[in-house]
C-alpha cells in the first residue's frame, strides 16, 4: 500500500507513468526511503527525486536541497513496520520546511514539539520547546540544519537556553536587581499572554510576576 499511495497521488501524471522504466524509477526511488527506514541508514535522494514521488513543500514547490539532505537523515530515524504512506512522508517533508523557514527568522508557528520529535530529535519537550524554536531561528543559514546532527545541537542549545531562563526566574528573590524579562519567561516556558495587557500606570506582566518573586 505504501507505494501505490505514491501512484495515486495528485503530482503523478499519467505522461510521468507511461512506460514500465517510469514507474521503476519511482519504485526504485521509494524503495530507497523505506530501506533508510529499515537500515537506519541516510537515504540520498535529490529534490527532484522527491518531487517525482509527489513530495514538496507545503505550498507544492520543490524542496531546497537543504530540505531534501535533512529529510534523506530523518528517514534514517524512521519506522519500516507499517512501510511509509506518501502522507507520512509529505508530513516529515512539511515539517523539514517548517524547520528551514524558522532560520534566520521567527519560527514557524506550525512547528510543535510532535512534530520535532517525529523527525528523531530528542529532548524537545512543553516546557523547553520555546527556547527549542528559538535557538533553531538563531542559527546563520539552513545549510547549518540540513544534517540531523547540527539540528539536534540546535535544540540542545535551546534546552540550555530553557535550564539558564528557569534558573535565573527561580532564583529572582535573591537577585532583584537583575529583572526577568518576558522573554526570559517565554524561554522558560511560561505563558504570560493570560496576564492583563500593560497599560498607563500599571506594570507590564513580567514585571507584575517580578514582583511576586521578590515578595516570595
Not at 87 to 99: E, G, I, N, P
Not at 101 to 108: A, F, G, L
Not at 133 to 155: H, K, M, P
Request: charged fraction near 25%; hydrophobic fraction near 40%; charge should be negative.
Amino acid at each position: 500500500q505504501g507505494f501505490a499511495t505514491v501512484l495515486a497521488g495528485s503530482t503523478v501524471t499519467e505522461s510521468e507513468v507511461g512506460t514500465a522504466a517510469d514507474i521503476q524509477v519511482l519504485v526504485d526511488d521509494y524503495t530507497a526511503l523505506v530501506d533508510a527506514a529499515k537500515t537506519d541508514t541516510p537515504a540520498s535522494l535529490d529534490k527532484d527525486q522527491y518531487a517525482a514521488l509527489g513530495i514538496t513543500q507545503p505550498d507544492d514547490t520543490v524542496l531546497s536541497d537543504d530540505e531534501a539532505s535533512l529529510l534523506n537523515e530523518v528517514m534514517a530515524e524512521q519506522s519500516a513496520d507499517p512501510v511509509p504512506t506518501l502522507t507520512d512522508l509529505q508530513a516529515l517533508a512539511d515539517t523539514v520546511s517548517q524547520v528551514m523557514r524558522s532560520v534566520t527568522n521567527t519560527p514557524d508557528p506550525a512547528l510543535t514539539k510532535d512534530k520535532l520529535l517525529a523527525l528523531g530529535l530528542t529532548g524537545v519537550t512543553d516546557n523547553n520547546f520555546n527556547a527549542v524554536v528559538d535557538s533553531i531561528a538563531a542559527e546563520g543559514s539552513t545549510s547549518d540544519v540540513a544534517a540531523l546532527t547540527d539540528l539536534q545541537d540546535a535544540v540542545d542549545d535551546g534546552n540550555t537556553d530553557y535550564t539558564t531562563a528557569l534558573t535565573k526566574i527561580a532564583t529572582y528573590a535573591d537577585d532583584v536587581d537583575d529583572a526577568r524579562s518576558a522573554e526570559d519567561y517565554r524561554k522558560a516556558g511560561v505563558d504570560l499572554s493570560a496576564l492583563p495587557l500593560a497599560a498607563p500606570g500599571t506594570a507590564a506582566p513580567e514585571t507584575a510576576v517580578n514582583e511576586l518573586l521578590a515578595d516570595d
